[in-house]
């Protein structure tokens, strides 16, 4: 008699620079321990997960994926792209944990076994980015395009080694370059070091770039960010407090919609990434879809209450 498993669990068995196998043993601990029925599948390249994604949710599981961000952008672009309506979740084991973080799950492997367990879900927002080039991708935190998306593109690289050492590196050759930001009811144009499109606030291990941004009101926030590029630097420390916003030169907006385009064709384009899935060179559209997926996720938002116990407040909360 063939046993049918509830969950398949897609892990990547390279998360936290190759560190995983002790994570990946306690997953699968809490799991047993929760009496939760699952498959576990390994990744063998990169782009796999959506693969195996796509297929298990057809085979009728629910899709869980276990690893960093990478993975769980994938797995998530892979369920969706299935067409089944399959729920899909995230036991955080990455070096940032943005993804699992969009929808509350704290960087805590036993409770976000206990979300599984707990049977809850609910849809949230989600964006989709598609390129000139026709490269598209589902994404739940941000898609940004500027000095934040080579700094993805030479972590993806270099496989997150020394990733502050990587923002210095790229920080030291910066040149930025003109942009035309087209929204529903507004136009930037101009320099900018970075445009931001969030679904969600963070990137980066916690960055709170788009620190407004909510998952449940169908809208995108805007940062677009002209700040010299050493001042920049400066800037990031706030980026983990939640307190960056407001910012005189940073323009922020909300639009359903967003197009992103080089000013001057001439120039070398920007690159465009989406929960750290580099996806190519601009022009790049962003869509957001109002509850567009549904998502195991806890009850309340975990993340914004440790955050608050840790700062003082919520990371939404800008006038602090």
Not at 161 to 179: A, C, D, H, P, V
Not at 309 to 316: N, P, Q, T, V
Request: aromatic letters at 10%.
């Amino acid at each position: 008699m063939k046993i049918i498993e509830d969950y398949a669990i897609i892990y990547n068995p390279i998360a936290k620079k190759g560190k995983a196998k002790e994570d990946l043993e306690y997953a699968f601990k809490c799991l047993e321990d929760f009496n939760i029925s699952y498959k576990s599948v390994e990744t063998e390249y990169d782009g796999h997960a959506i693969e195996l994604a796509r297929q298990l949710a057809k085979d009728g599981y629910k899709v869980i994926a276990a690893g960093g961000d990478g993975t769980a952008n994938q797995v998530f672009h892979g369920v969706i792209t299935s067409n089944t309506g399959a729920l899909c979740g995230f036991i955080p084991m990455g070096s940032g944990n943005d993804i699992p973080a969009a929808v509350g799950i704290r960087a805590d492997i036993r409770r976000a076994c206990e979300i599984i367990a707990e049977g809850n879900s609910s849809k949230c927002d989600i964006g989709f980015a598609k390129t000139d080039e026709g490269v598209e991708r589902y994404f739940l935190g941000i898609g940004s395009q500027g000095f934040d998306a080579e700094v993805a593109r030479r972590s993806n690289v270099k496989g997150g080694k020394n990733y502050n050492l990587i923002i210095f590196q790229t920080l030291f050759g910066w040149k930025s370059r003109e942009l035309v930001v087209k929204m529903d009811n507004e136009i930037y144009e101009g320099y900018a070091n970075l445009v931001a499109v969030g679904n969600s606030g963070a990137y980066g291990g916690g960055m709170y770039i788009c620190q407004k941004a909510r998952i449940n009101d169908g809208l995108f926030d805007i940062s677009i960010a002209d700040i010299g590029k050493f001042k920049l630097l400066v800037q990031f420390k706030k980026m983990y407090s939640a307190s960056l916003l407001p910012h005189p030169n940073i323009h922020e907006y909300q639009s359903k919609k967003v197009r992103i385009e080089m000013k001057n064709l001439d120039d070398d384009p920007y690159i465009c990434q989406v929960d750290g899935e580099v996806l190519g060179p601009l022009p790049v559209t962003y869509e957001t879809i109002k509850d567009g997926y549904e998502l195991i996720r806890p009850k309340t938002n975990e993340v914004a209450e440790e955050f608050k116990e840790k700062y003082g407040h919520y990371f939404y909360e800008c006038d602090h």
